[in-house]
C-alpha cells in the first residue's frame, strides 16, 4: 500500500478547540482523506503536531522546529508517494515577529526536503486557515496579537507564488473552513470535513496523475 505523508500542526493533528484532547478517527480531516483513498490501494500518516513551526525554535516546547524531524519522518515513512504539507499558523506568533514572506521562506525550506524524495507533481501545498480576528484577546491564545492575524491573512498569496514557482499543487484552507469561534485558532467537526474532502478531491486528482498545478 501506498503513502501519503501530511505534514503539519494542530490542524492535522485534529485538535478539538478549547480542549486537551484530539477529535477521533473519522471526524479530523486526515482521516477522512484517508478513507477515500485506501480502496485505491493508498494510506495517509498523519504527522501533525501542536505547536510546530517552519523553521521557529519554540522556548517551551522541544521538537517544534519542522525542519529538524521533517527529513526523519521522510525517511523513517519512506517509500513515500506524495506530500502534503500545510504550516504556517504557529510562525505567526508574536514572539516570532515572521512576515508572511519570512513564513514562506520557512515553507520553502520544507519543500527542499521533500523534494529530495518527492517529484513536484505529487506536492500539495496548502496555506493554513486564518486566525480569528479576536485570537490574540484574553480568553483565547495570547502568544498571537493583532498582527499575528494580518500575517495569517497574508499567507496564502505567498503560498501560492512559491507554489506556481516551484510547479507543485496548491490548496487555500480558507476557501474551505475557518476558526472555530471558540478558539479563534483550530477546525471544529464542520471545518475539518469540508477541508478532509476538498483535500480529498485535490489528492485524487494527484494520485490519477491528473495536472493540476497552481495557476
Known amino acids: 500500500m501506498k503513502q501519503?505523508?501530511?505534514?503539519?500542526?494542530?490542524?492535522?493533528?485534529?485538535?478539538?478547540p478549547n480542549?486537551?484532547?484530539?477529535?477521533?478517527?473519522?471526524?479530523?480531516?486526515?482521516?477522512?482523506?484517508?478513507e477515500g483513498i485506501r480502496d485505491k490501494g493508498y494510506r495517509v500518516v498523519e504527522e501533525g503536531l501542536c505547536g510546530r513551526t517552519t523553521i521557529f525554535e519554540d522556548a517551551y516546547r522541544l521538537g517544534r522546529k519542522?525542519?529538524?524531524v521533517l527529513p526523519i519522518l521522510l525517511e523513517t515513512h519512506s517509500p513515500i508517494e506524495a506530500v502534503v504539507l500545510m504550516l504556517g499558523t504557529n510562525d505567526c506568533k508574536?514572539?516570532?515577529?515572521a512576515s508572511a514572506k519570512d513564513i514562506g521562506k520557512g515553507i520553502e525550506q520544507l519543500l527542499?526536503?521533500?523534494g529530495d524524495k518527492v517529484a513536484p507533481d505529487k506536492i500539495l501545498l496548502?496555506?493554513?486557515?486564518?486566525?480569528?480576528?479576536?485570537?490574540?484577546?484574553?480568553g483565547f491564545d495570547e502568544e498571537f496579537n493583532e498582527n499575528s492575524v494580518a500575517v495569517s491573512k497574508e499567507l496564502p498569496k505567498v503560498y501560492e507564488k512559491i507554489a506556481r514557482k516551484r510547479g507543485i499543487h496548491f490548496l487555500k484552507a480558507s476557501d474551505y473552513a475557518k476558526p472555530s469561534l471558540a478558539d479563534q485558532e483550530h477546525l471544529n467537526e464542520k471545518g475539518h470535513k469540508r477541508l478532509g474532502e476538498a483535500i480529498l478531491r485535490e489528492m485524487e486528482g494527484i494520485l490519477e496523475f491528473r495536472r493540476s498545478v497552481a495557476c
Do not use: H, K
Not at 480542549?19 to 484517508?34: K, P, Q
Open 66 to 68: 519542522g525542519t529538524d
Open 94 to 97: 508574536a514572539a516570532y515577529g
Open 112 to 114: 527542499d526536503q521533500i
Open 126 to 138: 496548502i496555506s493554513p486557515i486564518a486566525l480569528g480576528d479576536r485570537v490574540w484577546q484574553p
Open 19 to 34: 480542549e486537551n484532547r484530539r477529535y477521533e478517527w473519522g471526524v479530523r480531516w486526515t482521516s477522512i482523506m484517508d
Open 4 to 16: 501519503i505523508l501530511c505534514f503539519g500542526d494542530s490542524n492535522t493533528y485534529g485538535l478539538v
